[in-house]
C-alpha cells in the first residue's frame, strides 16, 4: 500500500512538472514570437505577449483587465459577431483582417487567426495578431497612384472607366441621364515643337487646372493620354453639358500665360448618345474631331440643335445659376473612392482666380523637378 502511494506520489509530481516544463516552453515561445497573442477565457483576457502590448499601446497588467472585443473599432465589431470571439460557435473567422483602436485612439489594421486551446486546464481562445497598418496604407496609395495621372494629378483612363461603369449603373437604377466631354488640346505637338517638352508639360497642367475650376465637385475629371482628357458630369444633360464646355473654351482662352491654348470638345449624353462606354466614347470622339475639322470654337451642327431647343436653353440658364457656386477642388478629381466630394466651395469671387494660382505654383515646381531628374 506504501508503495503504490510513493508511486501515485511520484507520477504527480512528474505530470506537475512537465506541466510546468510546457508552460515555461509555451511563454517562451510566445514572448519571443512578433505576432501579438491575446488568450481569452470567455470575454475576459487572461494572457498576452510583449506584442500585444506593443501593437496595443496597452501595458500586460491593464490588458488583463480588459476584453479582447473592447480593443476593437466599432466598425469591426459586427466581424466579431454579436457574442464576440471568445466563444467557439462565435460568428468570428478563424482568419480575418479587424481594426482596433490603441490607446491613445491611433487605428490600427490586424491580419488574426483564432483557435480554440487549453491553457492552464480550462478551454481558451488563442488570437494571434499582425500589424498590417501599414501594409494597408501603402495598398491604398498604390491604387490611388494607379488611378491618377503623375503629371496633372487627374484621373487617368483606368479612373475614367471606372466612373463611367458606376454611372452607367447608376443611370439605370435611378433612370437620370449624365454627359460626358471628351477634350483635346489644340496643337500640342506644335507647342512641344516650338517651346520644348517642359512648356508642353505646362501647358497640360494649365487646362488641368482649368478643368478643376470649371467643374463641380461631383464630377470627374481625367487626362487619359497624351493631349485627351474627360470630364464625366452626373445627372447632367446634353445641354447643360454643352455649357461646361464653353464655360472651359472661355476660362482657358482667359489664362493669360504663354503660349495662349484652346481645345476642341466634343460631348456625349447617356443613354441618349450611346449606352455602352464604347458608343458613348465614340460619339464625343466625332463631335470633338468635327469641331477640330471646321477650326471654330463653336459645337457641331447636332450638339447645337440639341444645345438650342427651348429645353435646352432653360436647362442651361438654370445650370448656370447652380455651377456660380460650385467649384472642383483640385484633389477631387483622382479620388479612388465613389464619385468625387467636395472638400469646400468658393466664397469669395476671387477663388479661381487663387486656385489657379496656386495649382500653377504647385505644378511648375514639380515639373521643374522632373526636369532636373
Known sequence: MRTN??????????????????????????????????????????????????????????????????????????????????????????????????????????????????????????????????????????????????????????????????????????????????????????INDHYGHLVGSRALCRLGDVLRVCCRAIDTVARHGGDEFSVILPETTVQAAGVVASRIRKELAKDGQQPPLSVSIGVGAYPQDGETIEALLQTADRELYDMKSRGTGKPSSSVHSRMTSPAGLAQQENFSDKQSSKQLPRDSASSPTGLNRSRGLAKDGNYRADRLRQSSVWRRKRIDEGGRK
Do not use: W
Open 5 to 190: 502511494i510513493t508511486e501515485l506520489r511520484q507520477e504527480v509530481l512528474a505530470r506537475e512538472a512537465t506541466r510546468r516544463e510546457t508552460a515555461a516552453t509555451f511563454y517562451r515561445l510566445a514572448e519571443a514570437v512578433g505576432a501579438a497573442i491575446f488568450i481569452c477565457e470567455g470575454e475576459q483576457l487572461r494572457y498576452v505577449n510583449h506584442a500585444a502590448e506593443t501593437i496595443t499601446d496597452y501595458t500586460r497588467e491593464e490588458l488583463l483587465t480588459m476584453n479582447f472585443g473592447t480593443l476593437v473599432c466599432p466598425d469591426s465589431r459586427e466581424l466579431v459577431g454579436s457574442r464576440g470571439p471568445m466563444l467557439p460557435d462565435a460568428e468570428f473567422a478563424p482568419h480575418q483582417e479587424l481594426k482596433i483602436l490603441t490607446k491613445n485612439g491611433t487605428e490600427r489594421c490586424l491580419d488574426v487567426t483564432v483557435a480554440m486551446i487549453e491553457f492552464g486546464g480550462v478551454s481558451t481562445t488563442l488570437i494571434s495578431a499582425f500589424n498590417i497598418t501599414e501594409c494597408k496604407q501603402a495598398e491604398g496609395q498604390a491604387q490611388l497612384l494607379a488611378m491618377t495621372d503623375p503629371l496633372t494629378g487627374l484621373g487617368n483612363y483606368r479612373r475614367m472607366v471606372n466612373v463611367l461603369k458606376a454611372e452607367i449603373e447608376r443611370s439605370g437604377r435611378t433612370g437620370r441621364s449624365f454627359a460626358f466631354l471628351l477634350l483635346d488640346l489644340d496643337g500640342l505637338k506644335q
